[in-house]
């Protein structure tokens, strides 16, 4: 009898899941070391089961995306918190977002320094400003009344993305994060590896969220601000359709407003997760010049995680039992 009721519960609850990205590019096998190979997915997994073993207590999706991104964020490893890369003087400037898709709530931050968990400042917008996007001073301003404590310089420093800059520091050039120095802007593109961070989560409530950060591109200059904290281009959630999080060369995704995109070839066409992202990673964003990839979650908790680069680091996790933590394109 306990036996039967057990099943049934089982079988009625929810599918849940969560997916990560640690960014998109150049990443072909023998170009890293073993060593090195094994650092990324174990970052990765911690990340994914640190979100995971949260939605599996029940805590909802918002819970899980910010847990993972910070995770993220703190390892150097990555492009986004600690390891940023390093704009034109020689600083870091961060950008991030975050969106509940039950309430379609958002907040995201833009040129911020210092502070150690982007995320948590866009969660902090969303929930305990009356605004939506805080950027610059003022988004510094904000963290200061919410009493964060800001990082020395030293917390960012990551000698790999230091090396990076001098090699085009003084010049025009700007390059994402692990490129080589080129001076134009499209080669650059196509050289290169993209380090954003970012995940997306369905919770047991069927309640999906998605959550970005990033350091942005190296070099970069003029207040230079990417996909990554736009809502609609590089984030989105919301529970009728999907949440969203992207990384690739941010002017297109911006210009293609992908992560919204995906979302309106599931509403208006009646298309499936894994379809839909996949017109926009591999058909779409590819007729602009644009190249990248993107996490994907609906409110079934199916997943999908295309990319049209080499590889991305990447990785996720269901209640069906399916797991994958993987970097290249096979
Ligand atoms: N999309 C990010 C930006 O343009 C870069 C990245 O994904 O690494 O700022």
């Not at 917008?125 to 610059?136: D, I, T, W």
């Not at 020395?152 to 490129?179: G, P």
Request: charged content about 25%.
């Amino acid at each position: 009898m306990q036996f039967v009721i057990f099943r049934s519960n089982f079988f009625k609850m929810k599918t849940f899941s969560i997916a990560i990205h640690g960014g998109a590019g150049t990443l072909v096998k023998g170009m890293m070391t073993p060593e090195l190979e094994s650092k990324y997915k174990s970052a990765l997994k911690y990340a994914l089961d640190a979100g995971y073993n949260l939605l599996e207590e029940g805590k909802s999706s918002i819970e899980a995306v910010e847990v993972a991104v910070k995770l993220l964020e703190d390892s150097p490893l990555f492009n986004a918190g600690k390891g940023s890369v390093f704009t034109a003087e020689g600083t870091h400037e961060m950008d991030a977002a975050i969106m509940d898709g039950k309430s379609l709530n958002a907040g995201a931050v833009s040129l911020i320094t210092g502070i150690k968990n982007p995320v948590s400042l866009a969660r902090d917008v969303m929930e305990k400003s009356e605004h939506v996007f805080l950027a610059g001073e003022g988004a510094m301003q904000f963290a200061k009344e919410l009493d964060y404590k800001l990082e020395d310089a030293s917390y960012f420093y990551d000698e790999f993305r230091h090396n990076q800059w001098l090699e085009i520091k003084d010049t025009d050039s700007f390059q994402l994060d692990h490129s080589k120095s080129v001076t134009e802007a499209t080669r650059s593109q196509k050289d290169s590896k993209f380090g954003t961070v970012g995940a997306v989560a369905c919770d047991q409530n069927g309640n999906i969220a998605a959550a970005t950060s990033t350091g942005g591109m190296t070099n970069k200059k003029w207040g230079r601000v990417g996909d990554s904290p736009m809502i609609g281009a590089g984030n989105y959630a919301n529970n009728k359709t999907c949440a969203i999080s992207c990384t690739g060369s941010g002017e297109f995704f911006i210009r293609g407003v992908v992560a919204y995109d995906v979302a309106m070839l599931m509403e208006h066409k009646g298309m499936s997760l894994e379809d839909a992202s996949n017109e926009v990673i591999n058909k779409r964003i590819l007729e602009i010049n644009g190249d990248g990839g993107l996490i994907a979650v609906d409110a079934k908790g199916n997943i999908a995680m295309p990319f049209n680069t080499e590889g991305m680091y990447r990785a996720s996790k269901s209640s069906t039992g399916a797991e994958e933590v993987s970097i290249y394109n096979y």
